[in-house]
């Protein structure tokens, strides 16, 4: 059974860091990309950022460009979200998704998230 | 910006059949697979669609998902209703600029 347990959430002030881990299991994790994606409370979601199988490929959304560094090590099958600069729009909860497909290519139309762990939840307040 | 457009809401009563739309802001929707994902209250999102129209395994067959390449819109379908269909449903796309997309969610009521 595959599983997704992310950590390293917390409330930090607005300017600060965090860095959020994501430990995988019950699957090949250095055969598949891997994402983040996030959920304001109440809101929608909204992906973040995703990494290919090698880190060869790394893309981000508009919204974190510049600040967040995604990363992976593909010894201990985990994946990093390192969050500089944090804003109070960044206060979600930060899902980790493993990628559906398998192969070249990435990113396409042929990627999707699945399945996706629990989350851990970032507040950014002062 | 590509968006993916969802109706906020939508009600039914058990045994109906519920239809949520998703619509395109631009280019064909066809050009890239759409998924939905089911969400019920304080958990994470699962696959109920994927590819347009592929359910995964263990996902009853009362979903089905559709295109409409004329109204630029993807949908979701749920037949025979019941009380734990009630949750958020999101659609999900790809555009080659803003990458994965996601609609605004619909909050289906079984009532």
């Known amino acids: 059974e595959v599983q997704l347990v992310e950590s390293g959430g917390g409330l930090v002030q607005p300017g600060r860091s965090l860095r959020l881990s994501c430990a995988a299991s019950?699957?090949?994790?250095?055969?598949?990309?891997m994402h983040w994606v996030r959920q304001a409370p109440g809101k929608g979601l909204e992906w973040v950022s995703g990494i290919s199988w090698n880190s060869g490929s790394i893309v981000y959304a508009d919204s974190v460009k510049g600040r967040f560094t995604i990363s992976r090590d593909n010894a201990k099958n985990s994946l990093y979200l390192q969050m500089n600069s944090l804003r109070v729009e960044d206060t979600a909860l930060y899902y980790c998704a493993k990628d559906s497909t398998l192969g070249a290519g990435w990113p396409s139309g042929y990627n999707w998230f699945d399945p996706w762990g629990q989350g851990t939840l970032v507040t950014v307040s002062s | 910006n590509f968006m993916l457009t969802q109706p906020h809401s939508v009600s039914e009563s058990p045994g109906k059949t519920v239809t949520i739309s998703c619509t395109g802001s631009?280019?064909?929707?066809?050009?890239?697979?759409v998924q939905w994902y089911q969400q019920r209250p304080g958990s994470a999102p699962t696959t109920v669609i994927y590819?347009?129209?592929?359910?995964p395994s263990g996902v009853p067959d009362r979903f089905s998902g559709s295109i409409d390449s004329s109204s630029n819109s993807a949908s979701l379908t749920i037949s025979g209703l019941k009380t734990e269909d009630e949750a958020d449903y999101y659609c999900?796309?790809?555009?080659?600029?803003?990458?994965?997309?996601f609609g605004g969610g619909t909050k289906l009521t079984v009532l």
């Open positions: 590819e347009d129209s592929q359910r």
């Open positions: 631009s280019g064909s929707i066809a050009s890239n697979y």
């Open positions: 019950g699957f090949t994790f250095d055969d598949y990309a």
């Open positions: 999900q796309s790809y555009d080659s600029s803003n990458l994965w997309v």
